[in-house]
Nanobody, 127 residues
Framework: QVQLVESGGGLVQPGGSLRLSCAASGFTREYYVIGWFRQAPGKEREGVSCISSSDGSTYYADSVKGRFTISRDNAKNTAYLQMNGLKPDDTAVYYC????????????????????WGQGTQVTVSS
């Protein structure tokens, strides 16, 4: 049974930083893509970033490019999202997810492409 557990969310002031973690278990496929998504109240879930398990290639939404960095540690089955320069608009529940079949990270920000989801972690950016 595949399980994804996010952690690291919290309350931070504008301009601050947080690092989210996504621990995966029960998944043995060699190739997959891990994505980070977020959903603010009243808005649709949107893709933030994704990373390939094979070559580590990454892709970012324009709204977070230059501020967020995705990484993964295959040995620990864990993915990370380092978030710097946080803004109030970044406030949302953040989810990690795994896709078994997205062929490239360029197509990795569509939530409908993902098979497994974590329960989410709240990120609130406020002074």
């Amino acid at each position: 049974q595949v399980q994804l557990v996010e952690s690291g969310g919290g309350l931070v002031q504008p301009g601050g930083s947080l690092r989210l973690s996504c621990a995966a278990s029960g998944f043995t496929r060699e190739y997959y893509v891990i994505g980070w998504f977020r959903q603010a109240p009243g808005k649709e879930r949107e893709g933030v970033s994704c990373i390939s398990s094979s070559d580590g290639s990454t892709y970012y939404a324009d709204s977070v490019k230059g501020r967020f960095t995705i990484s993964r540690d295959n040995a620990k089955n864990t993915a990370y999202l380092q978030m710097n320069g946080l803004k109030p608009d970044d406030t949302a529940v953040y989810y990690c997810a795994i896709s078994k079949w997205v062929p490239s990270v360029r197509w990795g920000l569509n939530p409908h492409s993902y098979d497994y989801w974590g329960q989410g972690t709240q990120v609130t950016v406020s002074s």
